[in-house]
């Protein structure tokens, strides 16, 4: 059959039209069984690292597999291109680079991200006991939805610190045959006055207390018997005792693990995805070109950092130094002047963006929102009620990343999140931009962000990954 002839109409469209293609069409059998390999390695990250902590652990492990060495203990090694370093924040944050050919006056070609995701964490002093029941009281970190963290079975994750520096990890209900815990709900038998109440209101914050134990202590003396038999089972496990909850880090995510989604098996639900979906690209992209015989033409950074679901303050968040001292480092050694690079480097701000729901219609502008399964989202501004709280990328460092993406052939969107005045979000974009480089948001389309379960399509994770490498090799 002759090939039908487009009109000439359909041939200007083609021209002058934006149109994002669903990146599942035509795609080839070998480009497909990457992809797939891509996704495995994706969910094993996310099962390894569901805390800030674990993330940071898992990262850092990879990179030192990988030759990267710590930027403050080289043994006077000078930093020459090709050399990889990598820096601990704290063990809840990092910041790695490759050296490249220029000196870093010139500028860095820097991939941000952020590694915690809302959860709840316990109190400094959680355990307690009501009506022979043990349960631990909680604070819930991030922007949340509160009823989704009732009735779901929850793992216990974290770390105590004794006076001497002494360190227990805690990881409780992520094997078979572990326990979990949960958040009780109201039977619907009861819940008449509760139904009635916002959905905000349904379930308080002081309500999110989880259920721990039951079984009481041997001993009829003891007045809190199921607490003293908690107590005694910490101590026995790890050596723990109450007063070390006031320094500890423990925190309760969903104890499920990052699933294939769908008949077709095209997505991944998982809890983690806001951001571990870009942190692991962004990681993989630094790590494929480490892999590369040739350094790169400038210096590539990956930064992965913590605290972005509270703001990004702290040591460890994207407001601190770090960044900012972990340049000057580099800067050091070639006489460059740290101000001159950072004005010169361009940051990808790796973060997801909200997918277009078609079961919430009304929230979204369909013609600026993003969808799953059609690459990377490229958010040119955050923020809400008038863009406070965001970054505004301009005109010129937008059509140069929608440049590299072209010429590589990285499919892409643009994508805003939702319609204005009913909502927003922010990045750690913002706070790049205060350093004085180009920063844009840059990241993958995800649907129920920031539920316990959110979902994202196979094949947006890894464009993001060619898109996070094509822009590290940009000169």
């Avoid at 590299?404 to 009913?422: A, S, T, Y």
Wanted: charge should be negative; glycine fraction near 8%; include cysteine.
């Amino acid at each position: 059959m002759a090939q039908e002839t487009k009109s000439a109409g359909q041939q200007l469209a083609d021209k002058l039209c934006f149109t994002p293609r669903n990146c599942w069409e035509g795609l080839d059998a070998q480009t497909e069984q990457e992809m797939e390999e891509f996704a495995a390695s994706y969910r094993r990250f996310l099962d390894a690292g569901k805390t800030e902590r674990e993330c940071a652990a898992a990262a850092l492990e990879l990179l030192e597999q990988n030759g990267f060495i710590d930027l403050e203990n080289r043994e006077a090694r000078k930093l020459e291109p090709g050399m990889k370093v990598v820096q601990n924040i704290r063990g809840k944050a990092l910041i790695a680079a490759l050296v490249g050919k220029r000196p870093p006056d010139e500028g860095c070609n820097i991939l941000g991200a952020h590694i915690d995701s809302p959860r709840l964490d316990l109190k400094q002093n959680p355990l307690y006991e009501e009506s022979d029941i043990a349960l631990l009281d909680t604070h819930y970190y991030g922007g949340i939805k509160k009823y989704q963290w009732t009735a779901i079975p929850l793992a216990m994750h974290g770390v105590f610190v004794k006076a001497d520096g002494t360190k227990t990890e805690l990881r409780i209900g992520e094997e078979a045959d572990d326990p979990v815990f949960t958040i009780t709900d109201l039977l619907p038998h009861l819940a008449r006055e509760q139904m009635q109440k916002k959905a905000s209101e349904a379930v308080e914050g002081e309500d999110l207390d989880v259920l721990a134990g039951s079984r009481p202590y041997d001993d009829k003396e003891v007045k809190e018997k199921v607490k003293l038999k908690l107590l005694s089972l910490l101590h026995e496990q790890y050596g723990i005792t109450e007063q070390d909850f006031a320094s500890a880090e423990i925190e309760l995510v969903p104890a499920f693990k990052a699933r294939d989604l769908g008949l077709d098996r095209s997505m991944i639900g998982a809890y983690g995805h806001d951001d571990r979906c870009c942190a692991w690209p962004a990681l993989r992209a630094l790590l494929s070109l480490a892999a590369e015989k040739e350094a790169p033409e400038k210096t590539v950074i990956c930064y992965l950092s913590d605290k972005e679901e509270t703001g990004s303050q702290g040591n460890t968040g994207a407001q601190s130094k770090g960044l900012e001292h972990f340049i000057a480092a580099l800067c050091e050694e070639t006489g460059a002047g740290i101000r001159r690079c950072l004005s010169r480097s361009a940051m990808l701000s790796a973060d997801v963006n909200a997918a277009y729901d078609p079961s919430w219609a009304a929230v979204f502008d369909k013609k600026n929102a993003s969808f799953m399964g059609k690459g990377l989202v490229l958010t040119k501004y955050t923020g809400s009620g008038g863009k406070y709280g965001g970054s505004d990328a301009n005109a010129e460092f937008c059509a140069r990343v929608q440049g590299i993406m072209n010429r590589n052939k990285v499919p892409w969107q643009f994508g805003e999140l939702g319609k204005v005045d009913k909502g927003g979000g922010g990045t750690i974009a913002l706070y790049a931009a205060n350093l004085g480089m180009e920063v844009i948001d840059c990241g993958i389309p995800v649907l129920s962000m920031h539920s316990p379960f959110e979902v994202l399509s196979k094949i947006d994770l890894y464009t993001a990954w060619r898109a996070y490498i094509a822009f590290l090799r940009e000169a």
